[in-house]
Nanobody
């Protein structure tokens, strides 16, 4: 089982930036898919971006060119750099992991694909 601990959330004004971090432990497989999801009040948890062990990144359309997912493999940290934030980005953000295979090609999988989750970090973007 993978352990995940998010940090870096906060409150910013529209147009601002935040960088989320996720400390990852238990990556026992050389093949994996890591991801960031978000959930706004009253809405379903949706995938935002994924990054796999081969370095392939995939984003949902609404965050392309604004968000960047990356990994510090030496320190086992997953990042989500978020620029030009919009009020619609306000949500609880979660990092997640799927071991044993790389991410599905060219799409962000649904939440059911991922068995391991962190506790979340809150992002609030004011207009």
């Amino acid at each position: 089982q993978v352990q995940l601990l998010e940090s870096g959330g906060g409150s910013v004004q529209a147009g601002g930036s935040l960088r989320l971090s996720c400390a990852v432990s238990g990556l026992t497989s050389s093949a994996y898919c890591l991801g960031w999801f978000r959930q706004a009040p009253g809405k379903e948890r949706e995938g935002v971006a994924v990054l796999d062990s081969k370095g392939w990144e995939t984003y949902i359309d609404s965050v392309k060119d604004r968000f960047t997912i990356s990994q510090d493999k030496a320190n086992n940290i997953l990042y989500l750099q978020m620029n030009n934030l919009e009020p619609e980005d306000s949500a609880m953000f979660y990092c997640t992991a799927h071991l044993g295979e790389t991410c599905p090609w060219n799409r962000v999988p649904s939440k059911s694909y991922f068995p391991d989750w962190g506790q979340g970090t809150q992002v609030i973007v004011s207009s």
